[in-house]
C-alpha cells in the first residue's frame, strides 16, 4: 500500500472515531411519548399507548412503530378518567392490556382482552387488587407456571408519599387471588430527592440462570433523576417475601452520575430514560433472551440539551446485555447481606 493511501485510510478511521465520539448515539428516536409497551407475535411488533382511550400499533420493526403510515387501531374508548401506561401482553393465545384510569387517587387498574392485538376489545374490568388502594402501571406475567402482577401503588390513601412496588397471585390476568405484599420502597439514597418518593413501570424478566428480574423506574418522571434500577429474586426464593429480592446499589440506566451504580455510567445523549419496555415475544417472561449478544429494547426519555419536562419525552430504542457475577448488597436486614447473580448493562 502506497503511503498516499495509507494516509487516507488513516484518516477515514480518524474520521469514523470522531464521528462516533461527537454524534452518534445508537438510540433511534421512535415517536413521541411516553411509557412503551411492546410485545413481538412472529414476525410483528405490537405497541399500546393511550390517547383519548387506548391505541394498538403494529409494524415490522421497532422504529417503524413510529412511522407515519404505521398500522394504529383504536381498541378502547376512555369512559374512565385519566388512562395511564397500558401494558400488552399474551396468555394462552389472547390478547391483554392492563392500564391504570380514574382522576387523582381514583386510579385503578383495569384490563380489556381480544383475540389478537389488533381485534375487538372486550369491555374494560377493573381488577380486584388486594386492599383496593391507588395503583398504575400493572404488569401481568407468568414465571415457573405461576400467574402474577406487579404495580406501582400506595400503602393507602393518606400514606401517599412513597409509591412502593407490590406484588400479588393471579388466577388468570383478570382475576388477583391472596394478599398484596410489597417488594420494593423508595428508600435508597440514589431514590430520594422528590415528592413523592417514587418506585413504578415495573417490568419482569428472567434471566439465564432462570431468576426473576423485576426491572423498574425510581424517582420522579417529572425531572431527569428518573432511571432504570433492577430487583432480582434469589434463586428458589419466593417472589411474596421482600427479602427474597435484592435490589441493585444504583440506578443501571440513568443520566446522573452520583446516582449510579458503582462500574456504571450515565447516559451521554437521554435524559431521565426509564419506563421501559423489553419487548418479549409473546410479551412472555418465559421467552425472555439469553445469550451474550446485545439485546434491544425500548425505553423513554429527553434528548440532552432539550428541556426536560413530559411533553419532550419520546420512545427511543436501545440495547442491554446480561452483566454475570454483579453483586447487589444490603445491611440491616433479614437474609443474606449479597447476592449474586445476572444484572444489565444498558445502552443508548
Given at each position: 500500500?502506497?503511503?498516499?493511501?495509507?494516509?487516507?485510510?488513516?484518516l477515514?478511521?480518524?474520521?469514523?472515531?470522531?464521528?462516533?465520539?461527537?454524534?452518534?448515539?445508537?438510540?433511534?428516536?421512535?415517536?413521541?411519548?411516553?411509557?412503551?409497551?411492546?410485545?413481538?407475535?412472529?414476525?410483528?411488533?405490537?405497541?399500546?399507548?393511550?390517547?383519548?382511550?387506548?391505541?394498538?400499533?403494529?409494524?415490522?420493526?421497532?422504529?417503524?412503530?413510529?412511522?407515519?403510515?404505521?398500522?394504529?387501531?383504536?381498541?378502547?374508548?376512555?369512559?374512565?378518567g385519566?388512562?395511564?401506561?397500558?401494558?400488552?401482553?399474551?396468555?394462552?393465545?389472547?390478547?391483554?392490556?392492563?392500564?391504570?384510569?380514574?382522576?387523582?387517587?381514583?386510579?385503578?387498574?383495569?384490563?380489556?382482552?381480544?383475540?389478537?392485538?389488533?381485534?375487538?376489545?372486550?369491555?374494560?374490568?377493573?381488577?380486584?387488587?388486594?386492599?383496593?388502594?391507588?395503583?398504575?402501571?400493572?404488569t401481568?406475567?407468568?414465571?415457573?407456571?405461576?400467574?402474577?402482577?406487579?404495580?406501582?401503588?400506595?400503602?393507602?390513601?393518606?400514606?401517599?408519599?412513597?409509591?412502593?412496588?407490590?406484588?400479588?397471585?393471579?388466577?388468570?390476568?383478570?382475576?388477583?387471588?391472596?394478599?398484596?405484599?410489597?417488594?420494593?420502597?423508595?428508600?435508597?439514597?440514589?431514590?430520594q430527592?422528590?415528592?413523592?418518593?417514587?418506585?413504578?413501570?415495573?417490568?419482569?424478566?428472567v434471566?439465564?440462570?432462570?431468576?426473576?428480574?423485576?426491572?423498574?423506574?425510581?424517582?420522579?418522571?417529572?425531572?431527569?433523576?428518573?432511571?432504570?434500577?433492577?430487583?432480582?429474586?434469589?434463586?428458589?426464593?419466593?417472589?411474596?417475601?421482600?427479602?427474597?429480592?435484592?435490589?441493585?446499589?444504583?440506578?443501571?440506566?440513568?443520566?446522573?452520575?452520583?446516582?449510579?451504580?458503582k462500574?456504571?455510567?450515565?447516559?451521554?445523549?437521554?435524559?431521565?430514560?426509564?419506563?421501559?419496555?423489553?419487548?418479549?415475544?409473546?410479551?412472555?417472561?418465559?421467552?425472555?433472551?439469553?445469550?451474550?449478544?446485545?439485546?434491544p429494547?425500548?425505553?423513554?426519555?429527553?434528548?440532552?440539551?432539550?428541556?426536560?419536562?413530559?411533553?419532550?419525552?419520546?420512545?427511543?430504542?436501545?440495547?442491554?446485555?446480561?452483566?454475570?457475577?454483579?453483586?447487589?448488597?444490603?445491611?440491616?436486614?433479614?437474609?443474606?447481606?449479597?447476592?449474586?447473580?445476572?444484572?444489565?448493562?444498558?445502552?443508548?
Amino acid at each position: 500500500m502506497s503511503s498516499q493511501r495509507q494516509s487516507t485510510a488513516l484518516l477515514l478511521v480518524l474520521g469514523a472515531i470522531l464521528l462516533c465520539l461527537v454524534d452518534y448515539t445508537s438510540a433511534v428516536k421512535i415517536r413521541g411519548g411516553a411509557d412503551p409497551t411492546i410485545m413481538k407475535i412472529g414476525d410483528t411488533y405490537y405497541s399500546a399507548e393511550s390517547s383519548g382511550g387506548i391505541y394498538v400499533r403494529a409494524a415490522s420493526s421497532l422504529e417503524g412503530l413510529g412511522a407515519p403510515d404505521v398500522r394504529r387501531v383504536k381498541v378502547w374508548s376512555d369512559t374512565i378518567g385519566d388512562v395511564w401506561a397500558p401494558e400488552i401482553t399474551t396468555d394462552l393465545g389472547r390478547t391483554f392490556i392492563h392500564f391504570s384510569a380514574g382522576k387523582d387517587a381514583a386510579h385503578r387498574m383495569y384490563v380489556i382482552s381480544a383475540d389478537s392485538p389488533l381485534d375487538s376489545y372486550s369491555a374494560e374490568e377493573k381488577l380486584a387488587l388486594p386492599d383496593d388502594q391507588w395503583a398504575i402501571d400493572g404488569t401481568f406475567f407468568v414465571f415457573e407456571g405461576l400467574g402474577w402482577f406487579v404495580w406501582s401503588g400506595w400503602a393507602s390513601e393518606s400514606q401517599n408519599s412513597e409509591q412502593n412496588l407490590y406484588i400479588c397471585r393471579m388466577d388468570s390476568p383478570s382475576k388477583p387471588i391472596g394478599q398484596r405484599y410489597i417488594i420494593s420502597q423508595p428508600r435508597e439514597g440514589w431514590e430520594q430527592g422528590d415528592s413523592p418518593l417514587i418506585n413504578e413501570g415495573p417490568e419482569a424478566i428472567v434471566d439465564p440462570n432462570g431468576q426473576l428480574h423485576i426491572v423498574y423506574s425510581a424517582n420522579g418522571s417529572w425531572n431527569n433523576k428518573y432511571c432504570l434500577a433492577d430487583l432480582r429474586l434469589r434463586k428458589g426464593g419466593n417472589p411474596q417475601y421482600v427479602w427474597d429480592w435484592y435490589k441493585s446499589n444504583g440506578c443501571l440506566f440513568g443520566s446522573h452520575q452520583e446516582r449510579m451504580m458503582k462500574g456504571w455510567d450515565a447516559t451521554l445523549y437521554i435524559d431521565g430514560p426509564g419506563h421501559h419496555t423489553f419487548a418479549l415475544t409473546d410479551g412472555a417472561v418465559n421467552q425472555s433472551p439469553g445469550g451474550t449478544s446485545a439485546i434491544p429494547f425500548v425505553f423513554h426519555g429527553v434528548e440532552k440539551g432539550t428541556e426536560y419536562n413530559w411533553g419532550n419525552r419520546a420512545w427511543f430504542t436501545g440495547s442491554f446485555v446480561w452483566w454475570s457475577k454483579t453483586t447487589y448488597s444490603r445491611k440491616n436486614v433479614p437474609g443474606d447481606s449479597s447476592n449474586e447473580g445476572y444484572s444489565f448493562k444498558f445502552f443508548e
